[in-house]
């Protein structure tokens, strides 16, 4: 046991991370048109704006609130708050984004597995990456409670940020996740393997999203008017009448 627990989360996940930026790299390289999302607003829109904003803004939100919230050295924001205070506004914050995620991310695959037109052209990779997106999710929201319980001790917290804070700098401690309740296990190693399939999967596409932003600094394309070099008109005699 004590080899699979520092495997998994002292090995797995630069595994996960490797796959997930070179896999990205390969696949937009070598299958350039198959880097989109699949849209299927064509063939039916009902459910599909509601879901999709609610799934979209709330991903948003739990990614970027993960990925500052945890690898933010704790020094740094306990000028401004304390930890129970950080906690506190991670679960509140975290629960209302992450229920309106489910609810669209719910609309979203309610509407591709019952609708027979949407899911006779959907990829099974397709079905398959949201069914673990709403698993992913469904544990997270089961976390709440106990995070809530924590906020007076805010020692888990602490402990799973400083695990993920040492592999962003090559310093992995597979100690610290010991003894942490299994589904905050459950939902880190889960989070770790959708990494792994995103370069296989329509995720890619979020890649695009972000890359859109680079158009906020592109220069101003100069466009001049072409002068068409046109003869100039001849005088013709007009015909009487």
Not at 28 to 37: A, E, I, L, M, P
Not at 64 to 86: D, I, N, R
Not at 146 to 162: D, G, I, Q
Request: charged share 10%; aromatic share 12%.
């Amino acid at each position: 046991m004590n080899t699979l627990h520092n495997f998994t989360f002292n090995v797995y996940p630069y595994i996960c991370l490797a796959v997930f930026f070179m896999g990205s790299l390969a696949r937009f390289d070598r299958d350039q048109y198959t880097w989109k999302s699949d849209s299927s607003q064509l063939l039916r829109q009902g459910q599909l704006r509601l879901g999709s904003n609610l799934f979209h803004g709330g991903i948003l939100f739990l990614f970027f609130g993960h990925l500052f919230g945890q690898l933010t050295p704790h020094w740094l924001y306990e000028m401004a708050v304390t930890a129970s205070q950080k906690q506190l506004l991670a679960v509140v914050a975290g629960g209302v984004a992450g229920g309106l995620c489910f609810i669209g991310l719910t609309l979203l695959l309610h509407r591709r597995l019952f609708d027979p037109r949407i899911r006779l052209t959907s990829h099974r990779t397709d079905i398959a990456i949201l069914v673990i997106l709403w698993v992913q999710l469904a544990i997270g929201l089961s976390t709440l409670p106990s995070s809530l319980h924590h906020v007076s001790e805010p020692t888990t917290m602490l402990r799973l940020a400083e695990y993920l804070q040492g592999i962003a700098l090559f310093q992995p401690n597979a100690a610290l996740v010991a003894g942490i309740e299994w589904h905050f296990q459950v939902h880190m190693v889960l989070g770790m393997t959708i990494f792994l399939l995103f370069p296989f999967s329509r995720l890619v596409h979020v890649w695009s999203g972000f890359g859109t932003v680079a158009y906020l600094f592109r220069p101003y394309q100069m466009v001049r008017a072409r002068r068409l070099n046109v003869p100039a008109r001849q005088n013709l005699p007009r015909r009487a009448g």
